[in-house]
Nanobody, 123 residues
Framework: QVQLVESGGGLVQAGGSLRLSCAAS????????LGWFRQAPGKERNFVAA????????YYSDSLKGRFTISRDNANNTVYLQMNSLKPEDTAIYYC????????????????WGQGTQVTVSS
């Protein structure tokens, strides 16, 4: 089993920054990609970014690239999502998820999920 715990969400003004963390534990060798997704009220869960656990390749939603950066701390099995120039439309619950094999932008391909962390951006 893989356990994922997100943290770092909160309330921030438009233009501000937040850094989300996802701490992975358990059988971390059993997955090869970790992704961030977000879900706003009444909307579908959408891909934000992903990182390959082995070669550290990074992948982004086209609409978010340049403002968001995904990175990994090998020593602590933690993945970060640095979010800059935040906008009210970034308000959502942010989830991290893990899977085996190549990264994917499709939520249902990820079997392991964290509980989510709320990000609220005020205008």
């Amino acid at each position: 089993q893989v356990q994922l715990v997100e943290s770092g969400g909160g309330l921030v003004q438009a233009g501000g920054s937040l850094r989300l963390s996802c701490a992975a534990s358990g059988r971390t060798l059993s997955f090869s990609s970790l992704g961030w997704f977000r879900q706003a009220p009444g909307k579908e869960r959408n891909f934000v970014a992903a990182i390959s656990w082995r070669d550290l390749g990074t992948y982004y939603s086209d609409s978010l690239k340049g403002r968001f950066t995904i990175s990994r701390d090998n020593a602590n099995n933690t993945v970060y999502l640095q979010m800059n120039s935040l906008k009210p439309e970034d308000t959502a619950i942010y989830y991290c998820a893990a899977k085996t094999g190549p990264y994917s932008r499709v939520p249902k391909t990820y079997p392991y999920w964290g509980q989510g962390t709320q990000v609220t951006v005020s205008s």
